[in-house]
T-cell receptor, first 110, second 113 residues
């Protein structure tokens, strides 16, 4: 059974810092991996999709990497801002279902 | 920008009642999904739907649950006889193809009393 783990569970950083969020999964037979942002009481906003054939994907200040063989993905956020404060979720796509981690709760302080 | 919409945003129901949660997926998408998130827990997959059939379902999606695409735009989740443990945020999602980026709606918060 696929298990998705996100470390750390919570993170607090001062504004302007670069940071890395980690995601690991137990079964490397995934189609793709998707990173989301969730604000309190809100829906999920898709940030990046990394296809299984890709190693990296970038969108603005976000960069996500994928190493299927080791079962790891990282989300790099450059020059963090208070508006980046949210929970970040990673999810692996097998065929249809997204299998989520519990998320990393990020607080960026001014 | 196209988006997934869900109604209602919040539904309160009594235990044993039937509820129908509604979703309008992105118009040119072919695959539709329901997920739920119990407060404080991770998002869990319930069911995927393609070509008017369930393509995959989880262990959570038992006989109390059903899905339907009653017309060309709506996608619904029905819970026949709600239980207290069905209280959760229910998210609808859609994608153009299987295995690609899924887009989520804002969710319906279901409270069963």
């Amino acid at each position: 059974k696929q298990e998705v783990t996100q470390i750390p569970a919570a993170l607090s950083v001062p504004e302007g810092e670069n940071l890395v969020l980690n995601c690991s999964f137990t079964d490397s037979a995934i189609y793709n991996l998707q990173w989301f942002r969730q604000d309190p009481g809100k829906g999920l906003t898709s940030l990046l999709l990394i296809q299984s054939s890709q190693r990296e994907q970038t969108s603005g200040r976000l960069n996500a990497s994928l190493d299927k063989s080791s079962g790891r993905s990282t989300l790099y956020i450059a020059a963090s801002q208070p508006g980046d404060s949210a929970t970040y979720l990673c999810a692996v796509i097998l065929m249809y279902a997204l299998n989520f981690g519990k998320g990393t709760s990020l607080l960026v302080t001014p | 920008e196209p988006e997934v919409t869900q109604t209602p945003s919040h539904q309160v129901t009594q235990m044993g009642q039937e509820v129908i949660l509604r979703c309008v997926p992105i118009s040119n998408h072919l695959y539709f999904y329901w997920y739920r998130q119990i407060l404080g827990q991770k998002v869990e997959f319930l069911v995927s739907f393609y070509n008017n059939e369930i393509s995959e379902k989880s262990e959570i999606f038992d006989d109390q649950f059903s899905v339907e695409r009653p017309d060309g735009s709506n996608f619904t989740l029905k819970i026949r006889s709600t239980k207290l443990e069905d209280s959760a945020m229910y998210f609808c999602a859609s994608s153009g193809l299987a295995g690609v980026e899924q887009y989520f709606g804002p969710g319906t918060r279901l409270t069963v009393t």
